[in-house]
């Protein structure tokens, strides 16, 4: 990923605003740290825990990326999204690391084959971005769904110009792009989202 073109921080408030606004206008670039493991009450700060992934991805995630990627942007989101599902099982921390807490990398997620929703759904986030999936239509959402906090990844489909839900834990669905709804806050389904962020930004919304 070290090739890629550094994200100019005016362009990405400007895309932010352009592809969130069916959601809500009023996002602001932030830096948040969270704590990824509650043993050893490690924290890290999100766009740095994401980039740590893709400086120096594993072997098998590289071998993944041949059989996933494709010319198409779309394709290749749900081809990720599609494996994400079939190969690894939602499980908790507790279960799977004998924590309350904890982000496994993605690289771990592949060889455990379970993990919960930061697990699977970082998984599909490092997959992409590794497939050349650009950091202005692929992110990363923390927030509150019906149940209780969650995280998602959000995409934005440069083709079908609008953005959608790629989850593998709390709604998954491996429909195309073409046929999933647009993203939308809802009650009953994703009620808010507290930060929106990549390897390369983070942001919050705010009055």
């Known amino acids: 990923m070290n090739n890629e073109i ?13 592809q969130f606004n069916v959601v809500k206008l009023g996002w602001f670039r932030t830096l948040y ?5 509650n043993q050893y009450r490690t924290t890290k700060r999100l766009d740095e825990f994401i980039q740590e992934q893709l400086y120096s991805p594993s072997p098998e995630l590289l ?13 290749t989101i749900i081809n990720i999204l599609k494996w994400v599902y079939t190969n690894t099982v939602y499980d908790s921390d507790d279960n799977v690391y004998n924590r309350t807490e904890f982000w496994s990398i993605a690289s771990n997620t592949v060889d455990r084959k379970r993990g919960d929703c930061e697990d699977q759904n970082g998984l599909i986030y490092v997959l992409a971005r590794l497939c050349g999936i650009p950091a ?23 083709k079908h110009r609008k953005l959608v839900s790629i989850d593998a834990s709390y709604y998954p669905s491996i429909i195309s792009i073409e046929d999933r709804p647009e993203f939308k806050f809802s009650e009953t389904k994703y009620k808010s989202i507290w930060y929106l962020f990549s390897d390369k930004f983070i942001y919050k919304y705010g009055n």
Do not use: N
């Open 33 to 37: 740290y969270y704590m990824i493991d």
């Open 136 to 158: 202005y239509v692929i992110y990363c959402a923390i927030g509150d769904v019906f149940g209780g906090g969650h995280f998602w990844c959000i995409y934005y489909s440069t």
């Open 63 to 75: 071998e993944l990326v041949k059989v996933l990627r494709t010319q198409d942007m779309d394709e």
């Open 6 to 18: 550094e994200l100019d921080p005016e362009f990405m408030d400007t895309v932010i605003e352009a």
